[in-house]
């Protein structure tokens, strides 16, 4: 392209971070280098400044000196400087190998020219970039257009770089089906008043939190009267939207509520693919052969959403999952609005107390290591701290990565015994961890009523469950001593008190429903412990002579078995050799025989169908487990094991908070549900109907679905959130 230009008398600009382009720049052709410093635009004076000789000739340079990047191999013995200084005097290496003999060089530097004149000329060749291939001429095929998305889902979908397609955004590859012939729709656009809302039975709205817009028929009204917008809230006519759980919110601040919302296209969408990127109505539209009409300008998604949401619930009734859309995913959609609008106060003061103390104890654990190392480095920079580890100090470098040593954290868990320096930086990235994300991050996210306000995410995870944001509630630290102390800031409010409800081993309790084996189910309907139960079958002896170290053996066998954890994980995780942990896991099978076989009919299911169910018949695809590709097919087999249980304990959860918030609500108890982590309802409640809300966290959750073996709900209360769970 470069040298058309050139021929055609036009300028051109190349932007690379390649200096081999370099060679490249003539009169009309100039480079802009992106560097880590910047940018640097060359042309040939700037280029002959910076070398000393034309551009042509910086392939000659590098058939010299090498560039070991590129593979070029060089003249041996021959450097930068030296190749520098006989370029600029020789210009090419044609030029320096008929007068070198007759050169004032040393005998050394004459020799390695002489040896090395082979591997000059083939690195001469292999340095130069060829500007005589075949092009398109036409500079216009050159601009840039929009990306072809579709085209982009396609092929990465088919070469299943799944990784690729999360990073950028992209969903998994789903073909348009064809549109479907649709008629214009002509829209009388009027105000909306009390007298329209009372005639209206069926309709589609859109709500931005300012104006609204309803489409019966051919008419749409719209209104941003908040007594307007009230009134069609509170009404009872049957209503169609998009992502209703703002809609929701702007309810609960303006004291009324969200009556007969029969879709939300979001969910839908969700409903029917759990890995695509997002649910706009376009998008929508074009996936399932709907006309978008977008020839209607601003009320373009108004009139798009009647027949949508009728495409996407005859879908939906088609894979069987109308019970799961109507009894518990529009339900949970005011649940999760509530929860949100309510929020959990936050101790501000002991946030910033608890961020004072770890920064100095950061301050400490740095100058420990500092002392330990012998002299000052950036402990946050894995390259410096690898020079630090595994070159001054002689650990073992047990990992490495394209930049050099690894020291993420399984790296330095091996090395943890090895040397203190290693338990102290492990220290250090915990404590910087807390500062930055949980002391810092939750101060910026307090409202002016003092509480933290999260967003419910409904549509996020492909197993069902719900996740959160600004901030995630779910990695609230718990598992060292320190980070669960950061659930002491999250308390009720004045005169209030929480109530925890948390569920005991809830996927084993639905992996022992779902595959009915004899001893697991029996160990769950006497009340043994699991994780006893487990190595007493494992090991083959009394319960009451199992140790501690192989009940912690059999725990991490019971969960791991689940996500379809291997021999090498499963050892890594409990200290015990590949062999040793493949044993356990044979071991366990032969014991527990129904969970082998409950996973192996469900990844065979999975192979011929692509997908995997819930026990409420929740979908999820699985195109990994259809790949040629070993490693990506035995994701697909994990995630086959995994979903059927993970999902279902997210469906029951889900059922549990739905009922929690209706009978809350029906007994009229000054006591609001405000938090669901993982299996762990909060409600906030005054003091005197503590008791009630505990009686009623225990009924609901523990009876939410009649199971085979028992679901136990262990229920605490404590004025913050640390001491609520007891």
């Known amino acids: 392209l470069s040298k058309m230009c050139s021929d055609n008398n ?86 320096l190998y008929e007068n070198y003999e007759n050169s004032e060089f040393s005998k050394g530097i004459k020799t390695r020219l002489k040896n090395g004149k082979e591997s000059a000329e083939q690195s001469k060749w292999l340095a130069t970039i060829v500007r005589d291939a075949p092009i398109d001429s036409d500079l216009n095929n050159y601009k840039i257009s929009p990306p072809d998305k579709d085209g982009i889902s396609k092929l990465l979908t088919e070469l299943e770089m799944h990784k690729l397609m999360e990073k950028m955004n992209i969903s998994v590859y789903s073909p348009k089906a064809d549109e479907e012939e649709y008629e214009p729709v002509n829209l009388e656009i009027s105000e909306l008043d009390e007298n329209i809302i009372s005639s209206l039975k069926t309709v589609e709205y859109i709500f931005d939190g300012e104006k609204l817009s309803v489409r019966s028929g051919d008419n749409a009204y719209i209104s941003t009267d908040e007594n307007i917008i ?23 601040i303006h004291n009324t509520v969200l009556k007969n919302l029969k879709t939300d296209i979001e969910i839908c969408g969700y409903l029917l693919n759990t890995s695509a990127s997002d649910y706009e109505t376009d998008k929508l539209c074009g996936e399932y052969g709907v006309h978008y009409y977008s020839e209607n300008g601003e009320y373009a998604e108004l009139v798009s959403i009647r027949k949508l949401s009728e495409k996407l619930r005859n879908e939906i009734e088609s894979q069987g999952m109308t019970n799961l859309l109507e009894n518990i995913e529009m339900p949970l959609i005011e649940v999760l609005a509530s929860m949100e609008h309510i929020g959990i106060t936050i101790n501000q003061e002991g946030v910033k107390n608890f961020g004072e103390n770890i920064s100095q104890m950061t301050e400490e654990i740095k100058k420990e290591i500092y002392d330990e190392a012998g002299h ?52 250090y990235r915990q404590y910087t961890k807390l500062t930055s994300t949980y002391v810092t991050g939750l101060l910026d996210k307090v409202s002016s009523d003092g509480r933290i306000h999260t967003s419910f995410r409904q549509t996020e995870t492909r197993t069902g469950r719900i996740s959160s944001t600004e901030p995630n509630m779910q990695n609230i630290p718990v598992r060292t001593e320190l980070g669960s102390h950061m659930r002491k800031f999250f308390t009720a409010g004045e005169g209030k008190i929480l109530v925890d409800a948390d569920y005991s081993q809830i996927e084993l309790r ?25 190595a007493a079958q494992v090991f083959d002896m009394p319960a009451i002579m199992v140790t501690s170290e192989m009940r912690s053996a059999a725990k991490a066998v019971n969960f791991g078995i689940i996500y379809g954890i291997g021999a090498y994980s499963l050892s890594k995780d409990i200290g015990v050799s590949v062999n040793q942990a493949n044993r356990y896991i044979k071991d366990y099978l032969a014991k527990y025989p129904k969970v082998n076989e409950f996973m192996q009919n469900t990844v065979k299911n999975a192979e011929e169908t692509g997908f995997v169910k819930t026990m409420f018949g929740r979908i999820r695809r699985i195109p990994e487990i259809l790949s040629s590709n070993k490693i990506a097919q035995a994701a697909g087999k994990r995630i086959a094991m995994n979903t059927p249980v993970q999902g279902t304990a997210a469906d029951l959860i889900k059922m549990a908070m739905i009922n929690v918030y209706r009978r809350l609500k029906a007994e009229n108890l000054n006591a609001q549900l405000i938090l669901q982590v993982h299996d762990e309802l909060i409600i906030e409640s005054d003091i005197s109907c503590a008791d009630r809300c505990a009686k009623i966290l225990r009924e609901e959750m523990q009876n939410v679905y009649e199971m085979k073996v028992p679901l136990v709900v262990d229920v605490n209360k404590g004025r913050s959130w640390y001491d609520a769970k007891g």
């Open 510 to 534: 639905v992996m022992a429903h779902l595959c009915g084996d004899k001893n697991m189910t029996d160990a769950f309907i006497y009340g043994e412990d699991i994780h006893t139960s487990t």
């Open 230 to 252: 009230c009134r069609f809230f509170e009404s009872d006519c049957e209503k169609s939207t998009v992502c209703a759980k703002p809609h929701y919110r702007w309810a609960f």
């Open 376 to 427: 000052e480095f950036n402990i946050s920079s894995p390259k410096q701290l690898g020079v630090v580890l595994f070159e001054e100090m002689g650990l073992p470098a047990l990992k490495k990565t394209k930049s050099g040593y690894s020291t993420n954290a399984e790296v330095l868990e091996e090395l943890r015994n090895r040397a203190p320096i290693v338990e102290n930086v492990l220290k």
């Open 10 to 95: 036009e300028e051109c600009v190349i932007l690379t971070g390649d200096r081999d382009s370099l060679q490249l720049i003539d009169s009309k052709v100039n480079i802009m280098l992106s560097t880590n410093k910047g940018d640097i635009r060359y042309d040939l004076k700037k280029f002959r400044e910076d070398y000393g000789f034309d551009p042509i000739n910086l392939i000659d340079y590098k058939a010299l000196m090498g560039d070991k990047s590129d593979n070029i191999a060089g003249v041996a013995g021959i450097g930068e400087k030296i190749a520098l200084k006989l370029i600029r005097e020789y210009k090419t290496i044609e030029n």
